[in-house]
């Protein structure tokens, strides 16, 4: 999906790595002498999901935005 935004499979590889582990394996166009402001805004929504989701989970998520789950 990232290499649908623009970026090159090494820099969209790269990028979906760090922001769901935080590794910080950043390659290419994201590298160590640059950083995420070459990424359009669609790519840094998707990223940012995958931020949320790689280090919150998916449970976390489920009672964040369906309050019928942490109803007393």
């Known amino acids: ?7 090159d ?3 969209a590889l790269s990028s ?11 390659l290419n166009v994201v ?3 640059s950083n995420f402001s ?7 929504i998707i990223l940012s999901f995958l931020m ?3 280090r919150l989970e998916l449970i976390t998520g489920l ?3 369906f309050p019928s789950t942490y109803k007393v």
């Open 31 to 33: 590298g160590p002498a």
């Open 9 to 11: 499979a090494i820099s």
């Open 52 to 54: 949320w989701f790689g």
């Open 63 to 65: 009672v964040l935005f």
């Open 16 to 26: 979906v790595a760090t922001t769901m582990d935080g590794v910080g394996t950043e």
């Open 38 to 44: 070459s990424v359009n805004v669609p790519g840094k």
């Open 1 to 7: 999906v990232m290499t649908l935004t623009g970026l």
